[in-house]
């Protein structure tokens, strides 16, 4: 059974940071796909960032140079780091896992960012 626990989120000021954490069990971070979406209130759930196996990452033009998605092998933990935080950034951001055509997801946690 694949689960994914989000951790990390809060409210912060503009121009803060916060580092979300996705643990994962029954998949694993090193040999799937990961990544980090969020979803606003009436808006649809978009990429954020994303991993790949071979540590090739993807970034959504708005955070480019300012998010960063890393991974811990041996924790089976996958991290977003978000500086230099703005409004626009508050959001369910939910981790992600691709495998085998199939997509898993985490219950998502809040990132508030007050201007």
């Known amino acids: 059974q694949v689960q994914l626990v989000e951790s990390g989120g809060g409210l912060v000021q503009s121009g803060g940071s916060l580092r979300l954490s996705c643990a994962a069990s029954?998949?694993?971070?090193?040999?799937?796909?990961m990544g980090w979406y969020r979803q606003a209130p009436g808006k649809e759930r978009e990429l954020v960032a994303s991993?790949?196996?071979?540590?090739?990452?993807n970034y959504a033009d708005s955070v480019k140079g300012r998010f960063t998605i890393s991974r811990d092998n041996a924790q089976n933990t996958v991290y977003l780091q978000m500086n230099s935080l703005k409004p626009e950034d508050t959001a369910v951001y939910y981790c992600?896992?691709?495998?085998?055509?199939?997509?898993?997801w985490g219950q998502g946690t809040q990132v508030t960012v007050s201007s």
């Open positions: 029954g998949i694993s971070s090193s040999s799937n796909r």
């Open positions: 991993i790949s196996s071979g540590l090739i990452t």
């Open positions: 992600n896992a691709y495998r085998w055509n199939l997509n898993y």
